[in-house]
């Protein structure tokens, strides 16, 4: 399914990836197409909060503090 390999006989026909291709980040996008395996944000990864870091390693998508930065006094402005 895209990745060039019959469904009949791909391992994994759901799975865009070629069979001895890894996604070693688990973003979805394929080590040999991806422009950083090491970053699990593709270039489509929703960023929810507006922090600069995507949800999938956001640990709260929802608060738009990124987790390197504190809002002291609580009024969303760092």
Same mark, same amino acid.
């Given at each position: 399914?895209? @990745? +060039? ?6 391992? @994994? ?7 001895? %291709?890894?996604?070693? /980040? +688990? /973003? ?10 090491? /970053?699990?944000? %593709?270039?489509?990864?929703? /960023?929810?909060?507006?922090? +600069?870091?995507?949800?999938?390693? @956001? ?16 009024? +969303?402005?760092?």
């Amino acid at each position: 399914m895209g @990745d +060039g390999i019959c469904d009949t006989v791909d391992p @994994d026909p759901s799975d865009p990836c070629i069979p001895d %291709n890894t996604d070693a /980040d +688990g /973003d979805g996008v394929c080590d040999t197409i991806d422009p950083d395996p090491t /970053d699990p944000c %593709n270039p489509t990864s929703a /960023d929810t909060d507006g922090d +600069g870091v995507c949800d999938a390693i @956001d640990p709260d998508p929802s608060d738009p503090c990124s987790p390197d930065a504190t809002d002291a006094d609580g009024d +969303g402005v760092l």
